[in-house]
């Protein structure tokens, strides 16, 4: 079975702003789904259906069968967790610890079980030290990292991030991608979306491609390198693509690439 069954979603904002027509897409379990498209081109408002921040106004979503509707969010959000681009909307406690703890606690954990749930998260993202701190004076990136801790603490087996790696460091970047390949290693059905092509290619297994609110393609991330899409999308093939264009090879990532370099220059010499 598809754990994301979307059929014929569409949602107009205003009778001008229509951000979302007619978009149907399966997404299957365990795979990396990298979300891309423009600026505007609706990758927020489709994440917000997933866990029915808005709902459907024609068409519908089911996440694991069930439809995404009023009666069914409770049981939706205890599967599915999501992390917005704009951290100021998710974090609202007077501590970081509470903030990370208010989904554990709202899933009915005992209160040992929130503390290990929201410690373990602490440690996994690297923030520690920022337990006691208020949420709100925290940097942009700090905060970024206390919501995706909200969400690591429940573990859910969909997790979805809105431009997770906008605001995160190289380091933390690193970090994040590592923390991503293990949860999915574990079972987890991972969402992203981003602009950057660059790490989609590199990290995740298929793409979905927005345009003005329609699915421009969807599947293999191979799609990437396909320049005329890329332009359409107002988006650009990646750069390692770029570099090996005009060979046969086609690594996805650094590591990759100077595998391939290396073994090339030691033929030569
Ligand atoms: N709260 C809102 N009220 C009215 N229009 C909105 C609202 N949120 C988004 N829109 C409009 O809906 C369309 C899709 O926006 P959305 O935020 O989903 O795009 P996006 O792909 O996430 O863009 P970005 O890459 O900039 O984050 C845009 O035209 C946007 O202006
Ligand atoms: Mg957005």
Redesign the pocket.
């Known amino acids: 079975m598809d754990i994301v069954e979307i059929k014929n979603l569409s949602y107009a ?2 009778h001008e ?1 229509i ?1 979302l027509q007619d978009i149907s897409i399966n997404i299957k379990e365990q795979r990396k789904i990298a979300i891309l ?10 994440l917000q259906h997933f866990n029915g921040l808005i709902l459907p106004q024609k068409g519908s979503i089911k996440i694991k069968g069930t439809s995404v509707c009023k009666e069914s969010l409770y049981d939706i959000r205890k599967i599915l967790g999501i992390v917005f ?1 704009n951290p100021d909307d998710q974090l609202f406690s007077t501590t970081v610890y509470e903030d990370v703890a208010f989904g554990p606690r709202n899933l009915g954990y005992k209160e040992e079980e929130v503390e290990k749930a929201v410690e373990n998260a602490l440690s996994l993202i690297g923030i520690e030290d920022l337990k006691h701190r208020q949420p709100y004076n925290l940097s942009l990136g700090q905060k970024k990292k206390v919501a995706i801790a909200g969400v690591l603490a429940m573990e859910p087996e969909i997790m979805i991030f ?2 997770p790696f906008s605001g995160l460091d190289p380091y933390s970047l690193q970090q994040f991608i590592y923390i991503l390949e293990k949860l999915n290693s574990k079972g987890r059905t991972l969402i992203i ?1 981003t ?1 950057d092509v660059d790490i989609a290619y590199s990290w995740a297994d298929e793409c979905i491609i ?1 345009k003005e ?1 329609k699915v421009l393609a969807e599947g293999s991330i191979d799609l990437l390198e396909d320049e005329i899409l890329m332009e359409e999308a107002k988006l650009k093939t990646p750069n390692l693509y770029e570099v090996f264009s005009n060979t046969s090879m086609r690594p996805k990532n650094i590591n990759k690439a100077k595998e391939l370099l290396t073994k090339l220059f030691k033929k030569e010499n």
């Open positions: 904002y205003t702003t951000a498209g423009a600026n505007g081109s609706g990758k927020s408002t489709l681009d809105d431009e979306t602009h927005l609110g």
